[in-house]
């Protein structure tokens, strides 16, 4: 089974400055999808950001940016003049073709210091 | 806007009690998730559906069971609640697997 590693349990970064957060996940497969997804204070889970393997240019959404390495496996999300509502659990995620559900990572708990 | 529904933000039960938990969708998506999220875990598998009356274990199904009747509803029931059940629970939906889930607010359930 695909497995998903954060090996940053928690990050702080200043106001207006970049922090990178990073993903390394194990699979055999070579088409495959992921993810990141924010949960702040409210609990709900939202989506950051979508990467599709097969697409080798790096996925872009306005402050969010990722970094895909698929020979490294890693994916690496960078997050742009980072602001206090940046302040959340961030969750990274594989999807398989070949199954229906999504492996998580443990999360990593970002804080924003103004 | 769409959206996925739990039906209870906190819960509290006792230990022996049948507990039901409550999730509808109305995107119309096949796939249908109940995760249970604990600190440092990340997020598991417990069952999902990807139709009517369809389920499949995932990685933790023991103490659970899961009822899907109508597409909109995907229920999760724990037969007889136990105290290592406290957790938050997260319902999500999707469509295709190109794409994300939508999840659903969360339950934070205690068993006392």
């Known amino acids: 089974a695909q497995t998903v590693t954060q090996s940053q349990p928690e990050m702080s970064v200043q106001e207006a400055e970049t922090v990178t957060l990073s993903c390394t996940y194990d699979?055999?497969?070579?088409?495959?999808?992921l993810f990141w997804y924010k949960q702040p204070p409210s609990r709900q889970m939202i989506l950051v950001i979508r990467q599709e393997a097969y697409k080798q240019q790096n996925a872009t959404e306005n402050r969010f940016s990722v970094n895909f390495q698929k020979a490294a496996k890693s994916f690496s999300l960078k997050i742009s003049d980072s602001q206090l509502g940046d302040a959340a659990m961030y969750f990274c995620?594989?999807?398989?073709?070949?199954?229906?559900?999504?492996?998580f990572g443990a999360g990593t708990r970002l804080t924003v210091k103004p | 806007d769409v959206k996925v529904t739990q039906s209870s933000r906190y819960l509290v039960k006792r230990t022996g009690e049948k507990v039901f938990l409550e999730c509808v969708q109305d995107?119309?998506?096949?796939?249908m998730f109940w995760y249970r999220q604990d600190p440092g875990l990340g997020l598991r598998l417990i069952y999902f559906?990807?139709?009517?009356?369809?389920?499949e274990k995932g990685d933790i199904p023991e103490g659970y069971s899961v009822s899907r009747e109508k597409k909109e509803r995907f229920s999760l029931i724990l037969e007889s609640a136990s105290t290592n059940q406290t957790s938050m629970y997260l319902c999500a939906s999707s469509s295709t697997v190109k794409y994300g889930y939508t999840f659903g607010s969360g339950t934070r359930l205690t068993v006392v």
């Open positions: 995107m119309d998506h096949e796939n």
């Open positions: 699979t055999s497969e070579s088409d495959y999808y």
């Open positions: 559906s990807y139709d009517v009356k369809m389920k």
């Open positions: 995620a594989y999807r398989s073709p070949n199954n229906n559900d999504m492996r």
